[in-house]
């Protein structure tokens, strides 16, 4: 099976609409609708707008979360959420299984950190290295 994948979920909402059978996950991370980069910490991080946009952004990037776990994820009828690695806990895996909605981590390239991702957690990992 294949899956589809988008940090947009008005695209996957448009696709779903055309073919209720194809498969589904956003793509997510904090900060995404108002940085332009954002690794785990707010070290590095740099806007991707100014001005008034940037703050219309940031108001999106506060909403967009509890959007996306309440409502957004039913009205898509995601499959999957691929979201940052830095992100994952415990709890932030079971509320998605819950909803019947699988949790995959990107990027996991550290060893350890996929071993724990997949024994610890159940979470399966995308990844630039072919290393366990």
Known sequence: KSIITSFFPNLLYKLRSSDP?????V????????MAT???????MRPRFS?????VARCVDMV???????????????????VHRAVITREYVDMWKRKGVRVMAWTVNCPV?????RKVLGVQVLTDTMEN
């Not at 509890?66 to 499959?79: A, K, N, V």
């Open 21 to 25: 059978q194809i498969l589904t996950a």
């Open 27 to 34: 793509s997510t991370r904090p900060h995404f609708f108002s």
């Open 38 to 44: 954002w690794e785990g910490t707010s070290t590095g």
């Open 51 to 55: 001005g008034m946009k940037q703050l």
């Open 64 to 82: 967009y979360t509890p959007l996306l776990e309440q409502l957004l994820w039913w009205m898509i009828g995601l499959s999957a959420v691929l």
């Open 113 to 117: 950190e996929k071993q724990f991702m």
